[in-house]
């Protein structure tokens, strides 16, 4: 079957599926064609560029086996995410282990399947790796002072710049590879300038190191890399234009290039259809419906706290004129499950319960966060498609697979 890639292209290709299969709702569908797209868009928009898919952005097994077959290498972040690529025919050293925080005995498991590459933002977590999985590579994550992105990660990880080039010092003093710098400037990171403030940063860094004997040989940028929601975002262009032009003020020698893509390959890839399963207006005072889903912040929806990531919201199956505004909520007995209540968004006047929504670009975080059985609810439920066919009909909870 001929499949065509163009993004307007998915949700017509999802919506004929759920026209003509109605699985329970809620429920996730990823068009692999559409992630096999935006892999290729970001191989094109960073040529020479290592890939590595952040696989905790959607670890669906189909969604893997697609980018296993594409030559992708996989940032892992668990023994759990090693063990899946594996199992899915990744090789070991396609695989970098990304996160930070680590047990010794997760990274003596990464060790004895082959991993050889970590990143590393504390001394102890060095030794570690060191001890653990001795002559590995290791990068140093950088802290940087980029601004916000629409999802920050503060303080939590990162060495302060200026003990990072002690850092790849001590790696190569205890007999690891001083392989470069990483860092992530924080998902759904609208704002292009906040690489160009990483590079800067890290050009300084390497140019520390280079004076003490270790060339940085790799600068791994992260993910990060926005999607459109109800607002727009960057395109992969002008990020690739911003960090090339970055690495070469801030680089007398500019390093191999890694990225760890999360959510700009398979966000777009995924819509998830819900159900009302109730409408009502709370106050006399507030002209808003309280809209209930079957979907929450519990099961699939965690990014909507603080109503950072704003999916868009399209009815399916609603006649009728006019539309007014809605608090959209979740289904749970939990107060903070909410989604919507500060961020405007208007449904059909006629919106009544069993009607259905769609939301758009919920190929990313939504399945992977979703919990094992909060309220007795099960985890959302993935159906894969590949050439416009379903591939995989994604049981709930891991232990069905
Ligand atoms: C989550 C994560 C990513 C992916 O981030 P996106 O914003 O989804 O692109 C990449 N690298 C690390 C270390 C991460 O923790």
Redesign the pocket.
Known sequence: MAVTNTLTDTPHRIRRFLADHDPPTPCLVIDVDTVLDRYRALTGAFPGARVLY?V??NPEPAVVDALVAAGTGF?V?SPGEIDLCLDRGAAPAALSY??PIKKPSAIALAAARGVREF?CDAESDVANVAEHAPGAAVSV?LLTDSPDSVTPFGQK?GCPPERAADLLVRAADLGLDPLGL?F?V????LDASAWEVAIAAAGRVAAAAAERGVPVRRLNV????AVPYTGPAPDLAEYAARIDAALRAHFTDPPELAL?????VVAEAGLIRAEVVLVTQRSPADPRRWVYLDIGRYNGLAETENEAITYPVEPVDVDGDGDGPVVLAGPTCDGDDVLYQRTPYRLPLALRAGHRLDLRNTG??TASYSSVAFNGIEPLRTYCLLGGRLISAGAGTPADR
């Open positions: 952040a905790k952005a940032d972040a990304g996160n990143v994550r990880f990483a992530h924080g998902s759904q990171q992260g993910g990060g890399f760890e893509p999360g959510r700009a990313a975080y």
